[in-house]
T-cell receptor, first 117, second 113 residues
Framework: EAQVTQNPRYLITVTGKKLTVTCSQN?????MSWYRQDPGLGLRQIYY???????DKGDVPEGYKVSRKEKRNFPLILESPSPNQTSLYFC????????????????FGPGTRLTVL | AQSVAQPEDQVNVAEGNPLTVKCTYS??????LFWYVQYPNRGLQFLLK??????LVKGSYGFEAEFNKSQTSFHLKKPSALVSDSALYFC???????????FGKGTRLLVKP
């Protein structure tokens, strides 16, 4: 089954304790992205990756890191989490059409609910 | 800068009635617009998109959306609402190379029997 998976689905942690949320897709998609969803703010893009070893900042990258060493994986790293990073996080992927431009739809993972105390 | 506005936090409609969920956008250059739906405890699912061509776009589950360039709008519509359509709906825009996305705040649709 074609899907985007995220782990863990739920995480409660304390301020300053480094954590990683994993994201994996089995559709051979070039593009992957991370979003956070907060009430009243909708989804905001954190980072995206156009392909292996190519990443760029979205609208709210502060406090987050990403890496794209393999095509299928795109982990989100919080090196020193703070309470304002308590949120619902979504990973997404999409196929990139031939050429530089792609307006294909994204496939979303099930979400990771993170609470930072 | 790109932006998306969904002016209604919630839309209430009776089952069988037509529904409209509003979205307006602001981009420099050509807009590429999407609608996604989120059911409780689920990720977002793609409904439809406008890239170019016909201003009326048809999508999944009987939804359609009308692109209006002069009003910078991309409203989501359905002729006859179902209770199962109750969910959170997001409008999104991208431009340029299609890498960065701006989502609206979301509109909760409640369809009552």
């Amino acid at each position: 089954e074609a899907q985007v998976t995220q782990n863990p689905r739920y995480l409660i942690t304390v301020t300053g304790k480094k954590l990683t949320v994993t994201c994996s897709q089995n559709m051979n998609h070039e593009y992957m992205s991370w979003y956070r969803q907060d009430p009243g703010l909708g989804l905001r893009q954190i980072y995206y990756s156009m392909n292996v070893e190519v990443t760029d900042k979205g609208d709210v990258p502060e406090g987050y890191k990403v890496s794209r060493k393999e095509k299928r994986n795109f982990p989100l790293i919080l090196e020193s989490p703070s309470p304002n990073q308590t949120s619902l996080y979504f990973c997404a992927s999409k196929v990139k059409a031939r050429g530089l431009v792609s307006y294909n739809e994204q496939f979303f993972g099930p979400g990771t609910r993170l609470t930072v105390l | 800068a790109q932006s998306v506005a969904q002016p209604e936090d919630q839309v209430n409609v009776a089952e069988g009635n037509p529904l409209t969920v509003k979205c307006t956008y602001s981009v420099s250059g050509n807009p590429y617009l999407f609608w996604y739906v989120q059911y409780p405890n689920r990720g977002l699912q793609f409904l439809l998109k406008y890239i170019t061509g016909d201003n009326l776009v048809k999508g999944s589950y009987g939804f359609e959306a009308e692109f209006n360039k002069s009003q910078t709008s991309f409203h989501l519509k359905k002729p006859s609402a179902l209770v199962s359509d109750s969910a959170l709906y997001f409008c999104a825009v991208t431009g340029g190379q299609g890498f960065s996305f701006i989502f609206g705040k979301g509109t909760r649709l409640l369809v009552k029997p």
